[in-house]
Nanobody, 123 residues
Framework: VQLQACGGGLVRAGGSLRLSCAAS????????MGWFRRAPGKEREFVAA????????YYADSVKGRFTISRDNRKNTVYLRMNSLKPEDTAVYYC?????????????????WGQGTQVTVSS
């Protein structure tokens, strides 16, 4: 499966963005999906995850209450709505498809990765 992430950009602190991750090659409707990010000089970190149906989600503490992960299996697409953005949210954001159908925090559970989309939040 190929994952194409888009929707990143430059936004001021307090602003919003919505990232999309479109899958092609096969359906992802049976896969848990996740968003990760890598800030300059830092390791890749978990942001949010959703199970196969969209009924269960999990968030990193740093984004809880500000970010929302969702999915539309009819469109084979996963989204990350980001509100109240902060400069520390600046990073390249990656979507990933898991081997299983649940939501997962560890990147070891994901075997397909998108190319990343840059999010820059100015103060």
């Amino acid at each position: 499966v190929q994952l194409q992430a888009c929707g990143g950009g430059l936004v001021r602190a307090g602003g919003s963005l919505r990232l999309s991750c479109a899958a092609s090659g096969r359906t992802i409707s049976n896969n848990g999906m996740g968003w990760f990010r890598r800030a300059p000089g830092k390791e890749r970190e978990f942001v949010a995850a959703v199970n196969w149906s969209g009924g269960s989600t999990y968030y990193a503490d740093s984004v809880k209450g500000r970010f929302t992960i969702s999915r539309d299996n009819r469109k084979n697409t996963v989204y990350l709505r980001m509100n109240s953005l902060k400069p520390e949210d600046t990073a390249v954001y990656y979507c990933a498809a898991a081997r299983g159908s649940s939501y997962y925090i560890s990147n070891a559970n994901y075997n397909y990765w998108g190319q990343g989309t840059q999010v820059t939040v100015s103060s």
